[in-house]
Nanobody, 121 residues
Framework: QVQLVESGGGLVQAGGSLRLSCTASGSFFSIGSLAWYRRAPGKQRDLVATITPGGDANYADSVKGRFTISRDNAKNTVYLLMDSLKPDDTGVYYC???????????????WGQGTQVTVSS
């Protein structure tokens, strides 16, 4: 079974930066699109950014120009560089893989356990 493990969250002041990482582990052949989601306190989980295997990225309007998603396919890792952080960016950030191809077939919609990001004003 494929596992996604996030790291890099923490407490930062408004205007600061953080870089999140998410690494896939297990036995698999390939990973499809990767994404970062965010669940703010008391709200539903929302899409923050996505990146295809070829590197095409898309962002939520609220983070465009401030966040950068990237991936290293050789390391099975996706990153989220977050600059100019705002208190509204506070939440639990989750990594998602839309599909992972394994020897047993395709696993869809794999999630990490989440990492907390807190931005103080």
């Amino acid at each position: 079974q494929v596992q996604l493990v996030e790291s890099g969250g923490g407490l930062v002041q408004a205007g600061g930066s953080l870089r999140l990482s998410c690494t896939a582990s297990g036995s698999f052949f390939s990973i499809g699109s990767l994404a970062w989601y965010r669940r703010a306190p008391g709200k539903q989980r929302d899409l923050v950014a996505t990146i295809t295997p070829g590197g095409d990225a898309n962002y939520a309007d609220s983070v465009k120009g401030r966040f950068t998603i990237s991936r290293d396919n050789a390391k099975n890792t996706v990153y989220l560089l977050m600059d100019s952080l705002k208190p509204d960016d506070t939440g639990v950030y989750y990594c998602n893989a839309d599909r992972v191809t394994t020897m047993r077939g395709v696993e869809y919609d794999t999630w990490g356990q989440g990492t907390q990001v807190t931005v103080s004003s």
